[in-house]
């Protein structure tokens, strides 16, 4: 796929020294990469735009062209946003990746920024939190929202308080919420395009890291923390 860019505005942002802002946005829905697209423009005059619809042309356009920021969905087809972060920080060390999210904070915020994520966005939060979250991006620095921030300092004084989960590697914790929503070993294999044997050994792992002995306990666990839908 090459990307599709689109020139939102003249170049003459005082954010960039006159100089355009290349993002990349990776989202499956069409609508949200056009949303996405419009909300940042209006802010960042001189933003030019690549879209990539699955992690696979993600990669593609990363390996192949330069970014300023990269919008990922953290949900899509194929491989997760999790997986492709990884990757992209393999060949571009320090490129600025915002994870978006239609889950809450509790849900994904931690694994993404110790992977070496630039931020953590919510989908439903306002504009304002995006555009911030650019911003600072933009600037080399992580973005992690004031309950986020909060939360993350409670935790470095009490670290008994962070919930189990939050031990999981993030092909772990993407087997959990797979389990979670009541799928079987064989469904999350076909899912993941992995051997059912490596799923079966991930779900072992996960078990003994939260001290958990059935898939019903897991379920149960995963609808009181919100992290299935």
Known sequence: MTANFIESGASD????????????VVDDHVVVRVGLKQLIASEFKAAVFGEAEN???ALELVRKQSWDVVLLDITMPGSSGIDVLKKMLTFRPGLPILILSM???DTYATCVLKQGAAGYVVKNSGGEELINAVRKALAGQKYVSN???EKLALNLGNPADNKPHEALS????????????GKSVKEISF???????TISTYRARLLEKMKFGTNAEIIRYTLLNHLVE
């Open 13 to 24: 942002t005082v954010e960039t020294g006159h100089k355009s802002i290349r993002i990349l």
């Open 55 to 57: 992690g696979d042309k």
């Open 103 to 105: 889950h809450p904070e």
């Open 147 to 149: 309950s986020l921030a």
């Open 170 to 181: 993030s092909r772990e914790s993407q087997v959990l919420r797979l389990l979670g929503t």
């Open 191 to 197: 899912e993941l395009g992995l051997s059912g044997r």
